[in-house]
């Protein structure tokens, strides 16, 4: 198989879809299945070269989903992308079943943040349905990730983790051009550990030796970074993902597509009318 950032070439946005009534900044937005299909076809149209469906919240504190409530909040929504649109789309589960249902209901990538150490059976099923595979890197469990983070070295180990994750998705015979890994902004990092992954986003793509996933739209230190929790983070989530696709990212994980497209548009002409040196 071609490697992923070869089928889908980079810089390239995934749209979320959030079904969950509890998501930091969309949740109970898109509880409705047909409100969740029609905001996941309005993200293509927009521009997202692929639609991230999630069902269980992951935001700092929250608790887990049962089983039989996630499967009710994605399998019909990622069905009805499918019936409408050819959109690559993404099942975001820790659970092995969840993944199965959704890839069977026409997702095409499975995207963990616990990157297969949840439920290990998830890399199996993503190995026999030929999926693509995002594997995040976080420090905890989201209950009680943000309870004071802590690393000698942030960019390495972050680094080591998913080059580890990567082998352990191999090792099960999953593709290596199937996999891409993803640093985990707010995973578990302070406002200063998030600024370091972003700007060692080309060491952390070559310690794991895939392509990178960066996502950061809308989160917490954003706000504190703007000095204002309660102001609208687009422009500062666009401009941080600018800034992480100049470091080494391949795909921004956004919740607003267009002003993403329109930053992406503006920098492709701005790198393109460049006169090459003699
Ligand atoms: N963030 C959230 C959920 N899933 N998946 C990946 N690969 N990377 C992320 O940064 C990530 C994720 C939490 O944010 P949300 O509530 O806006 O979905």
Redesign the pocket.
């Known amino acids: 198989m071609q490697p992923l950032d070869a089928r889908i070439p980079g810089p390239a946005l995934m749209g ?1 879809v ?1 079904v ?1 009534p509890d ?4 949740g109970g937005l898109h509880l409705d299945p047909a409100v969740a299909v029609a905001h996941g076809l309005r993200l293509a149209a927009e521009g997202a070269a692929i639609v ?1 469906v ?1 069902g269980e ?3 700092p504190g929250s608790e887990g989903v049962d089983l039989d409530e996630e499967l009710r909040r994605v399998v019909d929504v990622v069905r009805g992308i499918r019936a409408a649109s050819d959109v690559p789309i993404s099942i ?1 589960t820790s659970k092995a079943a969840v993944a199965e249902a959704a890839l069977a209901a026409g997702a095409t990538m499975v ?1 963990d ?1 616990t990157a297969g150490r949840a439920d290990p059976r998830i890399l199996d099923v993503a190995r026999d349905a030929e999926a693509d595979l ?1 594997l ?1 890197h976080m420090l905890g469990e989201p209950r009680t990730m943000q309870d004071d983070p802590r690393y000698d070295d942030v960019v390495a180990e972050v680094g080591a983790f998913l080059r580890e994750r990567v082998e352990a998705a191999v090792a099960r015979g999953v593709d290596p051009g199937r996999i891409c890994v ?1 640093p ?4 578990g990092k302070t406002v200063d550990h998030n600024l370091a992954l972003i700007a060692a986003g080309d060491e952390l793509a070559r310690a794991a030796g895939c392509p990178l ?7 917490r230190f954003l706000g504190a970074l703007i000095g204002d929790p309660e102001r609208d983070r687009t422009t500062a989530s666009v401009v941080a993902g600018v800034a992480a696709l100049g470091r080494g990212a391949w795909m921004l ?1 956004v ?1 607003d597509v267009a002003p993403h497209r329109d930053a992406l548009r503006v920098l492709q002409a701005v790198a393109g009318s460049g006169t090459m040196p003699a």
Do not use: P, Y
């Open positions: 979320i959030n969950t998501s930091f900044s969309d991230d999630g919240s992951t935001r975001d995207n943040v995002c995040m993803d985990g902004i707010g995973f996933v960066v996502g950061l739209s809308r989160k994980r919740h």
